[in-house]
């Protein structure tokens, strides 16, 4: 069972996702904080994992839904991961994994949600997705990165498999951007074309 913290926060994150996905949600026909998380949750889990409501996946997306805790970006980053690999096998793993890093010692919410970012990040496509993740993570906080940046610091740090010149790095850190972003781990910089940032809790 969900558990939902009754801070402004929460509440706030919970109402931009009602409005994000056009759920209107109203004090009369909620029945409680509790129901109406676990209704947002389970929406917004499904609509990014891209299942319906008759999928076979139902049942344990609502399961994996609930291990985020109501938290939006727990919920999409690890629906992201997921929504590649539509088998009930592994999604019945990812749901133990989940359980098991919940049984762990966890302060609060915020080790919560570095535990599913972790996840996150342990399930990214390939290596080099992981390698770029942590070269925009020695950036420092809340800076603005620029891609030609990624792509020279990536080539002379060789991350890149068959990259012979800059032109082919480029295009790769164009595709891994692409792919961090997906999975919200990236941001686009609202401010600076061309330039990226890592998202405020990674």
């Not at 129901?35 to 994992?49: D, N, Q």
């Not at 498999?161 to 891994?176: G, I």
Request: net charge negative; with cysteine.
């Amino acid at each position: 069972m969900a558990t939902v913290s009754q801070s402004p926060y929460m509440r706030n994150d919970q109402d931009q996702l009602a409005e994000q996905l056009g759920l209107k949600i109203t004090e009369q026909t909620e029945q409680t904080d509790l129901a109406r998380a676990e209704r947002l949750s389970v929406h917004l889990f499904k609509e990014v994992a891209e299942i319906s409501d008759d999928s076979t996946l139902s049942g344990v997306a609502k399961q994996v839904a609930e291990e985020c805790k109501g938290l939006s970006l727990a919920i999409v980053v690890v629906a992201t991961a997921l929504k590649s690999n539509h088998t009930l096998e592994s999604w019945d793993r990812a749901l133990r994994q989940l359980r098991k890093d919940r049984m762990g010692n966890l302060r609060g919410v915020q080790d919560l949600v570095f535990l599913r970012i972790e996840w996150s990040y342990n399930h990214l496509g390939t290596s080099e997705a992981k390698h770029l993740l942590l070269l925009c993570s020695s950036f420092p906080e809340d800076y603005s990165i620029p891609i030609e940046c990624l792509v020279r610091y990536g080539k002379g740090l060789q991350l890149f498999q068959d990259t012979e010149n800059l032109r082919d790095a480029r295009d790769k850190v164009d595709l891994l951007v692409d792919e961090l972003k997906s999975s919200y781990l990236l941001l686009n910089d609202g401010e600076k074309e061309d330039s990226i940032k890592l998202h405020d809790v990674v």
